[in-house]
């Protein structure tokens, strides 16, 4: 199929890094606290490594074959009916990951902001501008995360670097911290934080130049990763381990303690939310994309607007599903981590047998000499 190659490598670079951040952002420091206590910036750099190497995986599978996603060339390399098991798996996965996303974004609004709004007017809402916004081709998909990608990264670098004044450096040792033992579940919790790398699949066969996308690759994940890493270190370092296990959102109470230089703004918890917000509505744009794109592939249909509202009842369905917020969070924790078979073991399956079968695309001599 022909795709329109408009996409630059800073264009994939940006996608990537508006998709990774997200809803993810505010209990980040309270999963990665969890699992290793003052160990919680590494086990977040180590997630960042395992979320890397799926994308590295996804990369050169891309750069294999620059003309096909992978619901297409999955089926070359390992068979029509096994490649479409797992398509539907992934499709309901990123269905699955915007729901959880919506119900989150719902959660913190009405508990932060919309106090009388219900649950499910948040959730409607937000689910009816993804699925409108998914209507889209990938030209117009990508001017949506290059308008919002100042507003979502610079704010937050900065509400970070401000409240590093207020850290102190004990709270962060030991490096590895007080209970090294729950730390392997606590990469894997943190690697899923990064599954948005996934949007590589449909970014690189509309790239002008897809073997760069290592490269666009490299810069998104460097950025997106040191950002949370930096949210990671700033939570744990103002508040210390202990505290933030009693916090739900902790970096929303690190945005309240944090103010602008000369007191020209003595919280940022609001002008927070606002890019949050944003990042909320990139990174669900990207996971409902992707849900609406595989599916048009999948049943090899040429265009994938006509499910952008067939899918939103099954969403919100899910998004509806848990009890409460600590369910929601345990939910998330278990998506996420059995979420990495698609995201990270399957690329390695595929990517292991195009090389065993020395699979190409026919003809593809920019990605031959790359090579």
């Known amino acids: 199929m022909e795709h329109p190659r408009q996409i630059t490598v800073i264009q994939a670079a940006i996608i990537l890094i508006s998709t990774i951040i997200g809803v993810g952002v505010l209990a980040l420091s309270l999963f990665a606290v969890r699992a290793a206590d003052s160990g919680a910036p590494l086990v977040t750099f180590l997630g960042l490594l395992l979320g890397l190497a799926g994308l590295w995986l996804l990369t050169k599978l891309g750069m294999r074959f620059p003309e096909q996603s992978i619901i297409e060339y999955s089926k070359e390399l390992i068979g029509k009916w096994t490649a479409g098991v797992f398509s539907v798996l992934i499709i309901a996965f990123f269905a699955l990951i915007t729901a959880l996303a919506a119900r989150e974004f719902g959660e913190v609004v009405v ?8 649950l499910e007017v948040t959730v409607i809402v937000m689910l009816l501008l993804a699925a409108v916004s998914s209507r889209a081709d990938i030209t117009t998909f990508t001017y949506f995360h290059h308008f919002y990608f100042p507003v979502i990264v610079f704010p937050g670098l900065l509400i970070v670097v401000l409240s590093l004044k207020n850290a102190h450096l004990v709270n962060l040792l030991p490096i590895w911290g007080n209970e090294p033992k729950g730390m392997f579940g606590g990469i894997l919790t943190m ?3 990064f599954q948005g790398s996934f949007v590589m699949t449909i970014v690189i066969p509309a790239m002008r130049r897809p073997e760069k996308a ?20 700033a939570t744990v370092g103002v508040f210390g381990a202990e505290e933030i296990k009693k916090l739900v959102w902790p970096t929303l109470e690190l945005a309240k303690t944090t103010s602008l230089p000369a007191n020209i703004l003595e919280r940022l918890d609001g002008a927070f939310l606002a890019v949050w917000v944003t990042a909320v509505f990139t990174t669900l744009l990207s996971s409902y994309y992707l849900a609406i794109h595989f599916t048009s592939r999948l049943l090899k249909l040429k265009d994938h607007k ?16 848990p009890q ?4 929601m969070y345990e939910i998330i924790q278990v998506v996420g981590r059995w979420g990495l078979i698609f995201t990270v073991v399957y690329p390695l399956v595929l990517f292991i047998m195009a090389v065993i079968r020395k699979k190409k695309s026919r003809g593809d001599q920019l990605v031959a000499k790359s090579d």
């Open 324 to 327: 409460n917020l600590l369910q």
């Open 214 to 233: 290592m490269i666009a690759g490299y810069i998104g994940m460097a950025i997106s990763g040191a950002l949370y890493v930096l949210i990671v270190i």
């Open 111 to 118: 508990t932060s902001v919309l106090m009388k709004t219900p």
């Open 191 to 193: 690697a899923a934080l």
């Open 306 to 321: 006509m499910f952008a509202f067939f899918l939103m009842p099954f969403i919100y369905v899910m998004a509806m599903f």
